[in-house]
């Protein structure tokens, strides 16, 4: 009677065969610990000259060590020579990243126009600031437009600027005006279509 891979448990490392995976099957089933701990460094040669690239740097078998114990299901009893992987650390779960839970008041200007409007904000009265309050002013302008061109105004943008800046910066929509942007449509295609014979 012919045995199908497919009708078999699945194996854990597939890349080492079904007979290496026999062998360690057979080596749980052992009963003395000394003749199976032998078995198993029997094992672990075979594994080695199979796939010698596994090898430490130092020509240890650190990783045939840990295959054979993830083989095992993490169940085979000998004396490792070394310490090897554990099932818990198998697949360890990744460190959360710390995100920072502050709120945006405006998504469409994101968190660094706020951060720069704060440093502005703070400078002393004079032409630099002036110049970067303009600059900042612009920019918002600008994403505004590709946010939401429709609602865009000078004296919108103007109020956000005043209200990030917690009225610290506050310009007359007035008297300030703002350079005109204009929205570019993407160039049409300029592929020509192929004419039907």
Known sequence: MLYYNTALPQMTLPEYGRNVQ?????????????????????????????????KGENGDNQKFWDHINVMSGFKLDIDFPCE?????????????IPYTSSKF????????????????????????????????AHHMKKLMI???????????????LAAYSDHRIDLDPENYILHE?????????????????
């Open 22 to 54: 026999n062998m360690v099957d057979f080596c749980m089933t052992i009963t003395d610990r000394e003749i199976r701990t032998s078995c198993a460094h029997a094992i672990v040669r075979i594994m080695s000259s199979l796939f010698p690239e596994l």
């Open 84 to 96: 090897v992987i554990q099932k818990e650390n198998l697949n360890p779960k990744p460190e959360k």
């Open 181 to 197: 942007f204009k929205v570019i449509a993407s160039p049409a295609s300029s592929k020509k279509k192929k004419k039907k014979k």
């Open 146 to 160: 590709a946010h939401n061109a429709e609602a865009m105004t000078d004296a919108k943008v103007l109020r956000d």
């Open 105 to 136: 008041r405006y998504r469409h200007y994101g968190k660094i126009i706020e951060r720069m409007i704060q440093c502005v904000a703070d400078l002393e009265d004079g032409p630099e600031k002036d110049e970067l309050v303009s600059r900042i």
